[in-house]
């Protein structure tokens, strides 16, 4: 079963940099793709940020240019690298492995416990 673990959140003001680590077990993760998503309060959760498993990335918009998603498949790990951030980047931030279909993105693992970033003067 997979198992993934989200860290790095945190307090930050208007501007600043974040980077968060998603460890993730269970499943043989170089194959699979990544994925990061966010659910800001009071609203539905949302696609941030997706890698597959050659390294092909995309973004949302809201993010494009300001969010760097990577792996380190010897490390298990998923990073995001967060800059420039606003006010409406506060959320919980969960990643999940999954698959691509088309172009879509399904995540196939559990649900992990996320990290809250807050940006905040």
């Known amino acids: 079963q997979v198992r993934v673990a989200e860290s790095g959140g945190g307090l930050v003001q208007p501007g600043e940099s974040l980077d968060l680590t998603c460890g993730i077990a269970g499943s043989i993760f170089a194959s699979n793709a990544a994925g990061w998503y966010r659910q800001p309060p009071g609203k539905q959760r949302e696609l941030v940020a997706t890698?597959?498993?050659?390294?092909?990335?995309n973004y949302a918009d809201s993010v494009k240019g300001r969010f760097t998603i990577s792996r380190d498949n010897a490390e298990n790990t998923v990073y995001l690298q967060m800059k420039s951030l606003k006010p409406e980047d506060t959320a919980v931030y969960y990643c999940t492995l999954g698959t691509f279909i088309g172009t879509n993105y399904h995540p196939n693992s559990r649900w992990g416990q996320g990290t809250q970033v807050t940006v905040s003067s």
């Open positions: 890698i597959n498993s050659v390294g092909r990335t």
